[in-house]
């Protein structure tokens, strides 16, 4: 058996209180979703003046990385390098989307939505970016 890591609330909150803090700095109106390890979701937040449908595509970006283990851009660049067969994967090949990855394990991932693809994972990666960053200053052995 492997021992696995799995985000509390309080994770997830310190993730898209940083994801909301990047896009707020930007002047940014995005929806933020976070998943756990299995694609479902702990998080998910409209700001004000988000686009109604980014409310829909932020939880299906980070699904997409818990699927994949990748960046959401990964499957975009696909496409628009011609593998149109990634169009039949059960993803959304949309910029956006960053796994959160533990002891190199994805335990779940940030979405986000609302403003063009490169700030959109901006946002995301800042996300991602302040947990990592709380989780090795509070505990070395699982940021290892």
Known sequence: MKPTHALTLDDVKLAAAAAEAEALA???AVSIAVC????????????????????????????????SGKPSKAFED??????????AMPVVPLEGGEP?????NVVGA????????GEDARVARAAV??????????NQEIAA
Do not use: Y
């Open 129 to 138: 970016s302040a947990l990592l960053a709380h989780i090795a200053a509070t």
């Open 100 to 104: 959160i990855v533990v002891a190199g």
């Open 36 to 67: 756990d390890a299995g694609g479902h979701a702990l998080w998910l937040q409209r700001m004000d003046g988000a686009p109604l449908m980014s409310a829909a595509v932020a939880p299906e970006k980070a699904r997409t990385c818990v699927l």
């Open 26 to 28: 930007c002047g940014w």
């Open 110 to 117: 940030v979405g986000v939505s609302g403003v063009k693809a």
């Open 78 to 87: 696909m496409v628009n390098n011609g593998r149109f067969a990634a169009l």
